[in-house]
């Protein structure tokens, strides 16, 4: 029974410190090709997972500290600075096999860089990490939207799956270590 208690408090722990994620700031960058040297955003994943790791590891996730020193950096958009703005974003446009816009930014789940009335499909993104798309029959274009909340979860994937991944392996740690330990008495045969 009282294992049972001990793994329930520590699942809530980790599943409410996970929907409690603020969203302080995101990467922000734009580009309007596929074509090398051109893509930026698509392609410098090398300096977003750099941040997204000082701030972990040098900042201790301090959004405050990290933003005065990276306040200048066009990587970092501080969305605390804008009303509502409280999700990251990547908006995707894509016309006859090429990337036509790239766009990571904080965004406020409603207003896009498109005309959300022409795509109503994208009205309907949620904010854990969901991706629509949708095709534009006239414009021969497709248009997608990915939302998102907690910092800098627009970013390279496992720049975004860091601290979710160390939760979990941390949960599941303590729980080992409590199934193995809590007969301490007992011969475990394996």
Known sequence: MKTIWIV???FFAVLISETQ??????FACRDSSSNEGKNDCQANTERMEELHTKLLHEYGNNTDAFMKDFKDDPYVQNCTALDKHN??????????????????TC???????????KLKTLKNIQINNDSLCQHNT?????????MCR???????TSAAKNLHTY????????????????????????
Do not use: Q
């Open 167 to 190: 939760k979990t392996l941390t949960l599941f740690s303590f729980i080992f270590f409590y199934m193995v330990f809590r007969n301490h008495d007992t011969c475990a045969v394996w």
């Open 87 to 104: 999700y990251c974003c990547i908006e995707e446009f894509e016309g006859g096999g090429f990337i036509k816009a790239y766009i990571r």
């Open 8 to 10: 329930r408090l520590l």
């Open 150 to 156: 907690g910092n800098f979860c627009n970013g390279p």
């Open 21 to 26: 994620c603020e969203t302080a700031m995101c």
């Open 107 to 117: 965004c406020d789940g409603i207003n896009w860089s498109f005309d959300s009335e």
């Open 138 to 146: 006239e414009s021969l274009t497709t248009t997608c939207v990915t």
